[in-house]
């Protein structure tokens, strides 16, 4: 979904899940998949195609309505760049944080 390239470039730790999320574009609703996250934006699997500068908002389980931007079109979805204020973004990252280390208990539970 990125290149090395990009990789490099971002702000933010970017960690691949695989969580539902709602998608609403206008008086539109989609459903997709959050496939990465970090505490700037996310990519998501959707079967549409949103235009790059869309203005969205996500609703992603555990944590709410959140608004975004498209970024970047995807052959299955879209990159996208969280709009949240400065006093948001903090107790965004928490929730992140926490998206985070549920993954990595459930992949320690794996391996055990």
């Known amino acids: 979904m990125t290149n090395i390239g ?3 470039r971002r702000e933010h ?5 695989s969580k539902p999320a709602l998608v609403l574009s206008g008086d539109k609703e989609f459903s997709g998949r959050i496939l ?3 505490a700037g934006g996310a990519g998501i699997s ?7 500068s869309t203005h969205i908002t996500v609703n992603i389980e555990n944590v709410g309505m959140i608004p975004a931007k498209v970024v970047r079109s995807m052959k299955d979805g879209v990159g996208v760049k969280f709009e949240i204020s400065e006093e948001k973004e903090k107790r965004f990252i928490e929730q992140i944080t926490e998206i985070v280390e549920l993954k ?3 992949e ?3 391996s055990a």
Do not use: H, T
Not at 46 to 52: A, G, I, P, R, W
């Open 6 to 8: 990009e990789d490099n």
């Open 13 to 17: 730790k970017r960690v691949i899940i």
């Open 36 to 38: 990465n996250i970090s």
């Open 46 to 52: 959707l079967d549409v195609q949103l235009m790059d």
């Open 104 to 106: 990595r208990k459930e």
């Open 108 to 110: 320690q539970a794996k």
